[in-house]
Protein backbone atom coordinates (compact mmCIF):
# COMPACT_ATOMS: atom_id res chain seq x y z
CA UNK A 1 0.00 0.00 0.00
CA UNK A 2 1.13 3.90 -0.96
CA UNK A 3 1.80 6.39 1.14
CA UNK A 4 -1.22 7.77 0.12
CA UNK A 5 -3.17 4.70 1.03
CA UNK A 6 -2.08 4.43 4.50
CA UNK A 7 -2.75 8.05 5.09
CA UNK A 8 -6.13 7.22 3.92
CA UNK A 9 -6.86 4.21 5.88
CA UNK A 10 -5.60 6.23 9.07
CA UNK A 11 -7.79 9.14 8.08
CA UNK A 12 -10.77 6.94 7.31
CA UNK A 13 -9.92 5.12 11.07
CA UNK A 14 -9.77 8.29 12.79
CA UNK A 15 -13.05 9.55 11.50
CA UNK A 16 -14.72 6.45 12.82
CA UNK A 17 -13.10 6.62 16.00
CA UNK A 18 -14.25 9.93 16.58
CA UNK A 19 -17.45 9.88 15.05
CA UNK A 20 -18.93 9.96 18.56
CA UNK A 21 -17.82 13.70 19.58
CA UNK A 22 -19.01 14.97 15.86
CA UNK A 23 -22.64 13.51 17.14
CA UNK A 24 -22.31 15.20 20.02
CA UNK A 25 -21.28 18.61 18.65
CA UNK A 26 -24.10 19.87 16.38
CA UNK A 27 -25.06 22.86 18.42
CA UNK A 28 -23.61 25.86 19.93
CA UNK A 29 -23.26 28.22 22.63
CA UNK A 30 -22.46 31.61 22.16
CA UNK A 31 -18.49 32.28 23.53
CA UNK A 32 -19.00 36.24 24.69
CA UNK A 33 -14.70 36.48 24.72
CA UNK A 34 -14.65 35.08 21.36
CA UNK A 35 -17.11 37.48 19.59
CA UNK A 36 -15.11 40.32 21.59
CA UNK A 37 -11.50 38.66 20.40
CA UNK A 38 -13.18 38.74 16.80
CA UNK A 39 -14.14 42.18 17.20
CA UNK A 40 -10.94 43.58 18.44
CA UNK A 41 -8.74 41.29 16.25
CA UNK A 42 -10.05 40.22 13.37
CA UNK A 43 -10.81 41.58 10.07
CA UNK A 44 -13.71 41.21 8.12
CA UNK A 45 -11.40 38.83 5.60
CA UNK A 46 -9.87 36.60 8.47
CA UNK A 47 -6.61 38.54 9.45
CA UNK A 48 -5.74 38.53 13.00
CA UNK A 49 -4.29 42.06 13.65
CA UNK A 50 -2.07 42.97 16.57
CA UNK A 51 -2.91 46.51 16.58
CA UNK A 52 0.06 47.74 18.87
CA UNK A 53 2.94 47.04 16.75
CA UNK A 54 4.59 49.78 14.08
CA UNK A 55 3.69 47.61 11.22
CA UNK A 56 0.46 46.36 12.44
CA UNK A 57 1.46 42.89 12.29
CA UNK A 58 -0.47 39.25 11.36
CA UNK A 59 1.57 36.04 12.57
CA UNK A 60 0.86 32.72 11.60
CA UNK A 61 0.26 31.68 15.37
CA UNK A 62 -2.20 34.34 15.48
CA UNK A 63 -3.95 33.10 12.46
CA UNK A 64 -3.85 29.15 13.91
CA UNK A 65 -4.77 30.43 17.46
CA UNK A 66 -7.60 31.89 16.06
CA UNK A 67 -8.81 29.54 13.85
CA UNK A 68 -8.25 26.88 17.13
CA UNK A 69 -11.21 29.42 18.82
CA UNK A 70 -13.40 29.24 16.00
CA UNK A 71 -13.39 25.83 16.36
CA UNK A 72 -14.14 25.67 20.21
CA UNK A 73 -17.02 28.20 19.07
CA UNK A 74 -18.05 26.32 16.65
CA UNK A 75 -17.73 28.76 14.62
CA UNK A 76 -17.21 27.81 10.90
CA UNK A 77 -17.86 30.89 9.35
CA UNK A 78 -14.82 32.53 11.25
CA UNK A 79 -12.65 29.80 10.86
CA UNK A 80 -13.31 29.72 6.86
CA UNK A 81 -12.25 33.01 6.59
CA UNK A 82 -9.22 33.00 8.73
CA UNK A 83 -8.20 30.20 6.55
CA UNK A 84 -8.75 31.48 3.29
CA UNK A 85 -6.52 34.41 4.59
CA UNK A 86 -3.84 32.47 5.63
CA UNK A 87 -3.54 30.26 2.57
CA UNK A 88 -3.84 33.28 0.28
CA UNK A 89 -1.86 35.83 2.21
CA UNK A 90 1.00 33.73 4.11
CA UNK A 91 1.14 30.28 1.94
CA UNK A 92 1.13 32.18 -2.09
CA UNK A 93 -2.21 30.38 -2.24
CA UNK A 94 -1.66 26.92 -0.94
CA UNK A 95 -1.16 25.55 2.38
CA UNK A 96 -1.12 21.88 0.78
CA UNK A 97 2.76 23.36 -0.78
CA UNK A 98 3.60 25.84 1.05
CA UNK A 99 3.78 25.98 5.15
CA UNK A 100 2.81 30.13 6.13
CA UNK A 101 4.96 32.80 6.31
CA UNK A 102 5.54 33.57 10.05
CA UNK A 103 4.68 37.70 9.78
CA UNK A 104 2.90 39.62 7.43
CA UNK A 105 2.18 43.25 7.56
CA UNK A 106 3.58 47.20 6.76
CA UNK A 107 6.41 46.99 4.86
CA UNK A 108 8.45 50.06 4.81
CA UNK A 109 7.71 50.68 1.26
CA UNK A 110 4.31 50.94 2.16
CA UNK A 111 3.53 47.35 0.86
CA UNK A 112 1.10 45.08 2.69
CA UNK A 113 3.23 42.24 2.17
CA UNK A 114 5.19 39.00 4.27
CA UNK A 115 7.59 40.43 6.02
CA UNK A 116 9.50 36.93 6.76
CA UNK A 117 9.71 34.16 4.37
CA UNK A 118 10.40 31.77 7.50
CA UNK A 119 7.68 29.67 8.81
CA UNK A 120 7.12 28.95 12.71
CA UNK A 121 6.58 25.35 13.62
CA UNK A 122 4.22 26.40 16.86
CA UNK A 123 1.84 28.18 14.19
CA UNK A 124 1.73 25.30 11.86
CA UNK A 125 1.27 22.41 14.63
CA UNK A 126 -1.97 24.31 15.98
CA UNK A 127 -2.83 25.26 12.40
CA UNK A 128 -2.86 21.38 11.53
CA UNK A 129 -4.28 20.62 14.52
CA UNK A 130 -7.11 22.85 14.12
CA UNK A 131 -7.82 21.66 10.58
CA UNK A 132 -7.37 17.92 11.73
CA UNK A 133 -10.04 18.59 14.47
CA UNK A 134 -12.39 20.46 12.19
CA UNK A 135 -12.20 17.49 10.16
CA UNK A 136 -13.80 15.49 12.65
CA UNK A 137 -16.09 18.12 14.58
CA UNK A 138 -17.36 19.17 11.40
CA UNK A 139 -17.35 16.27 9.23
CA UNK A 140 -15.38 18.12 6.60
CA UNK A 141 -12.76 15.98 4.90
CA UNK A 142 -11.25 18.73 3.34
CA UNK A 143 -9.80 20.22 6.14
CA UNK A 144 -8.94 17.11 7.56
CA UNK A 145 -6.77 16.02 4.03
CA UNK A 146 -5.37 19.61 4.64
CA UNK A 147 -4.29 19.27 8.23
CA UNK A 148 -2.67 15.89 6.87
CA UNK A 149 -0.85 18.03 4.19
CA UNK A 150 0.79 20.03 6.45
CA UNK A 151 1.51 17.50 8.39
CA UNK A 152 3.54 16.13 5.81
CA UNK A 153 5.02 19.34 5.28
CA UNK A 154 6.04 19.91 8.68
CA UNK A 155 7.83 16.79 9.07
CA UNK A 156 9.72 17.38 5.42
CA UNK A 157 10.76 21.07 6.59
CA UNK A 158 10.60 21.37 10.44
CA UNK A 159 11.70 18.41 11.95
CA UNK A 160 15.15 17.72 11.99
CA UNK A 161 17.50 14.39 13.23
CA UNK A 162 19.42 16.13 16.25
CA UNK A 163 22.47 13.69 17.35
CA UNK A 164 21.64 12.69 21.06
CA UNK A 165 18.09 13.99 20.39
CA UNK A 166 16.35 12.29 17.51
CA UNK A 167 13.70 13.59 15.08
CA UNK A 168 12.78 16.73 16.91
CA UNK A 169 10.74 19.38 15.82
CA UNK A 170 12.61 22.82 14.85
CA UNK A 171 10.87 25.94 15.87
CA UNK A 172 11.40 27.09 11.55
CA UNK A 173 13.23 25.82 9.23
CA UNK A 174 15.94 28.33 8.94
CA UNK A 175 18.04 29.98 11.33
CA UNK A 176 18.01 27.60 14.43
CA UNK A 177 21.34 25.54 13.78
CA UNK A 178 24.70 26.68 13.87
CA UNK A 179 28.13 24.87 14.59
CA UNK A 180 26.51 21.41 15.84
CA UNK A 181 24.30 23.95 18.42
CA UNK A 182 20.64 23.83 18.15
CA UNK A 183 18.31 26.62 19.42
CA UNK A 184 14.79 25.04 20.40
CA UNK A 185 11.91 26.25 22.66
CA UNK A 186 9.83 24.29 24.80
CA UNK A 187 6.83 26.51 24.44
CA UNK A 188 6.68 25.33 20.89
CA UNK A 189 5.99 21.86 20.72
CA UNK A 190 2.69 21.59 22.96
CA UNK A 191 2.23 17.27 23.93
CA UNK A 192 -1.04 16.81 23.29
CA UNK A 193 -0.68 18.36 20.00
CA UNK A 194 1.81 15.98 18.59
CA UNK A 195 0.11 12.85 20.07
CA UNK A 196 -2.79 13.80 17.97
CA UNK A 197 -0.42 14.08 14.45
CA UNK A 198 1.08 10.71 15.92
CA UNK A 199 -1.95 8.90 16.16
CA UNK A 200 -2.93 10.38 12.74
CA UNK A 201 -0.07 9.76 10.46
CA UNK A 202 1.65 6.31 9.48
CA UNK A 203 5.29 8.02 10.13
CA UNK A 204 6.82 7.02 13.10
CA UNK A 205 8.78 10.56 13.10
CA UNK A 206 6.22 11.77 14.94
CA UNK A 207 6.60 9.61 17.66
CA UNK A 208 10.25 10.51 17.64
CA UNK A 209 9.50 14.06 17.73
CA UNK A 210 7.12 13.59 20.53
CA UNK A 211 9.86 12.19 22.89
CA UNK A 212 12.41 14.45 21.81
CA UNK A 213 9.45 16.91 22.90
CA UNK A 214 9.52 15.87 26.22
CA UNK A 215 12.80 16.28 26.84
CA UNK A 216 13.09 19.51 25.39
CA UNK A 217 10.46 20.53 27.64
CA UNK A 218 12.31 19.09 30.97
CA UNK A 219 15.75 20.35 29.53
CA UNK A 220 14.33 24.17 29.50
CA UNK A 221 13.06 23.99 32.92
CA UNK A 222 15.98 22.32 35.30
CA UNK A 223 14.57 23.98 38.21
CA UNK A 224 10.66 24.00 37.57
CA UNK A 225 10.88 27.42 35.45
CA UNK A 226 10.91 26.75 31.73
CA UNK A 227 13.29 29.59 29.48
CA UNK A 228 12.20 31.38 26.22
CA UNK A 229 14.94 29.25 24.27
CA UNK A 230 17.30 26.46 25.17
CA UNK A 231 20.64 25.44 23.50
CA UNK A 232 21.35 21.94 22.89
CA UNK A 233 24.67 20.30 21.74
CA UNK A 234 25.73 16.76 21.06
CA UNK A 235 27.40 14.98 23.97
CA UNK A 236 26.75 18.35 26.13
CA UNK A 237 22.84 18.05 25.99
CA UNK A 238 21.04 21.13 27.65
CA UNK A 239 22.61 24.38 28.28
CA UNK A 240 21.31 28.15 28.73
CA UNK A 241 20.81 29.73 25.32
CA UNK A 242 23.56 32.40 24.43
CA UNK A 243 21.15 34.86 23.32
CA UNK A 244 18.26 35.06 25.36
CA UNK A 245 20.17 34.34 28.62
CA UNK A 246 18.15 31.99 30.26
CA UNK A 247 14.98 34.02 30.49
CA UNK A 248 11.93 32.79 30.54
CA UNK A 249 9.21 35.04 29.36
CA UNK A 250 6.39 35.63 26.31
CA UNK A 251 7.39 32.53 25.01
CA UNK A 252 7.83 30.48 27.83
CA UNK A 253 4.24 31.47 29.74
CA UNK A 254 2.79 28.83 26.99
CA UNK A 255 4.55 26.01 28.42
CA UNK A 256 2.65 26.01 31.78
CA UNK A 257 -0.04 26.62 29.81
CA UNK A 258 -0.04 23.38 27.57
CA UNK A 259 1.11 21.34 30.83
CA UNK A 260 -1.53 21.98 32.54
CA UNK A 261 -4.04 21.62 29.91
CA UNK A 262 -3.22 17.79 29.48
CA UNK A 263 -5.40 15.38 30.01
CA UNK A 264 -4.77 13.98 33.70
CA UNK A 265 -4.39 10.22 32.03
CA UNK A 266 -2.10 11.34 29.58
CA UNK A 267 1.09 9.51 30.58
CA UNK A 268 3.45 12.65 30.26
CA UNK A 269 1.05 15.00 32.25
CA UNK A 270 2.63 13.86 35.68
CA UNK A 271 5.74 14.12 35.24
CA UNK A 272 5.05 17.56 33.56
CA UNK A 273 3.31 18.98 35.91
CA UNK A 274 5.90 17.36 38.78
CA UNK A 275 8.78 19.53 36.77
CA UNK A 276 7.13 22.99 36.60
CA UNK A 277 5.60 22.22 39.95
CA UNK A 278 8.05 25.00 41.37
CA UNK A 279 6.22 27.37 39.37
CA UNK A 280 3.14 26.97 39.90
CA UNK A 281 4.02 27.06 43.74
CA UNK A 282 5.38 30.12 43.16
CA UNK A 283 2.14 31.65 41.00
CA UNK A 284 -0.15 30.12 43.74
CA UNK A 285 1.37 32.88 45.95
CA UNK A 286 2.08 35.99 43.71
CA UNK A 287 1.33 36.62 40.32
CA UNK A 288 4.25 35.67 37.90
CA UNK A 289 6.45 38.25 36.59
CA UNK A 290 7.05 39.55 33.09
CA UNK A 291 9.95 37.61 32.78
CA UNK A 292 12.81 35.42 35.42
CA UNK A 293 16.14 34.53 35.37
CA UNK A 294 15.75 30.52 35.18
CA UNK A 295 19.40 30.27 36.63
CA UNK A 296 18.98 32.70 39.01
CA UNK A 297 15.24 32.50 39.66
CA UNK A 298 15.14 36.68 39.66
CA UNK A 299 12.32 38.17 38.10
CA UNK A 300 11.28 40.93 36.69
CA UNK A 301 8.45 43.54 35.59
CA UNK A 302 4.61 43.12 36.06
CA UNK A 303 3.19 40.40 33.34
CA UNK A 304 -0.08 41.30 31.58
CA UNK A 305 -3.09 39.52 32.57
CA UNK A 306 -3.11 36.91 29.94
CA UNK A 307 0.06 35.31 32.15
CA UNK A 308 -2.94 34.86 34.84
CA UNK A 309 -4.55 33.21 32.01
CA UNK A 310 -1.77 30.48 31.14
CA UNK A 311 -0.64 29.41 34.86
CA UNK A 312 -4.60 29.23 35.77
CA UNK A 313 -4.62 25.50 34.23
CA UNK A 314 -1.46 24.15 35.90
CA UNK A 315 -2.60 25.37 39.04
CA UNK A 316 -6.62 23.67 38.53
CA UNK A 317 -4.38 20.72 37.50
CA UNK A 318 -2.84 21.08 41.42
CA UNK A 319 -5.60 21.53 43.15
CA UNK A 320 -4.74 25.21 44.22
CA UNK A 321 -8.12 26.52 43.58
CA UNK A 322 -7.92 29.31 46.05
CA UNK A 323 -4.93 31.03 43.68
CA UNK A 324 -6.94 30.44 40.66
CA UNK A 325 -10.47 32.07 41.81
CA UNK A 326 -8.41 34.91 42.34
CA UNK A 327 -7.14 35.08 38.82
CA UNK A 328 -10.09 34.66 37.25
CA UNK A 329 -11.81 37.41 38.64
CA UNK A 330 -8.98 39.22 37.53
CA UNK A 331 -9.07 37.70 33.87
CA UNK A 332 -12.37 38.26 33.27
CA UNK A 333 -12.39 41.62 34.32
CA UNK A 334 -9.37 43.35 32.92
CA UNK A 335 -8.80 41.11 29.43
CA UNK A 336 -10.19 41.86 25.96
CA UNK A 337 -10.10 45.87 26.76
CA UNK A 338 -8.73 46.99 23.74
CA UNK A 339 -7.30 46.14 20.60
CA UNK A 340 -3.84 46.82 21.76
CA UNK A 341 -3.25 43.08 23.54
CA UNK A 342 -3.39 40.87 21.12
CA UNK A 343 -1.11 38.20 22.78
CA UNK A 344 -2.03 38.49 26.03
CA UNK A 345 -5.50 38.57 24.90
CA UNK A 346 -4.99 35.02 23.14
CA UNK A 347 -3.37 33.47 26.03
CA UNK A 348 -7.09 34.72 27.83
CA UNK A 349 -8.67 32.65 24.98
CA UNK A 350 -7.01 29.44 25.90
CA UNK A 351 -6.55 29.84 29.23
CA UNK A 352 -10.56 31.22 30.45
CA UNK A 353 -12.13 28.77 27.56
CA UNK A 354 -10.29 25.97 29.53
CA UNK A 355 -11.29 27.23 33.03
CA UNK A 356 -14.96 27.66 31.48
CA UNK A 357 -15.12 24.14 30.31
CA UNK A 358 -15.39 24.84 26.62
CA UNK A 359 -12.97 22.86 25.54
CA UNK A 360 -10.77 20.03 27.25
CA UNK A 361 -7.78 17.58 25.41
CA UNK A 362 -8.48 14.00 26.03
CA UNK A 363 -5.50 11.34 26.72
CA UNK A 364 -5.00 11.11 22.99
CA UNK A 365 -4.45 14.62 22.55
CA UNK A 366 -8.18 15.13 20.45
CA UNK A 367 -10.04 18.04 20.96
CA UNK A 368 -13.21 17.72 23.38
CA UNK A 369 -15.61 20.66 22.55
CA UNK A 370 -18.76 21.67 24.41
CA UNK A 371 -21.48 23.10 22.16
CA UNK A 372 -24.96 23.81 23.49
CA UNK A 373 -28.01 26.00 22.34
CA UNK A 374 -27.54 27.08 18.54
CA UNK A 375 -25.86 29.94 17.26
CA UNK A 376 -24.09 30.76 13.94
CA UNK A 377 -20.51 32.08 13.31
CA UNK A 378 -20.58 36.14 12.22
Request: aromatic share 10%; hydrophobic share 40%.
Amino acid sequence: MGAYGRSAVVLATAFLAVTARAEEAKTCAAWPEWQAFKGLYLSADGRVVDASTPQTLTVSEGQAYAMTFALIANDSDGFARILAWTRDNLAGGSLERSLPAWKWGHAEDGRWTVLDRNSASDADLWMAYALTQAGVLWRNAGYAHLGEQMSQLMLREEVGLVPGLGATVLPGPRGFVTQGNWRLSASYVPVQILRTLQRGSDSSVWSSALDSSYRVIIGSSPRGFAADWVRYRQGEGFSTDLLSHGVGSYNAIRVYLWAGMLDEDDPLAAPLVRQLKPMASAAAQSPPPESIDTDTLESHGHAPVGFLAAVAPLLMHLKMTDAVATYRKRIETESLKDNQHYYSDALTMFGLGWLQGRYRFDRHGDLRVRWNGSCHGS
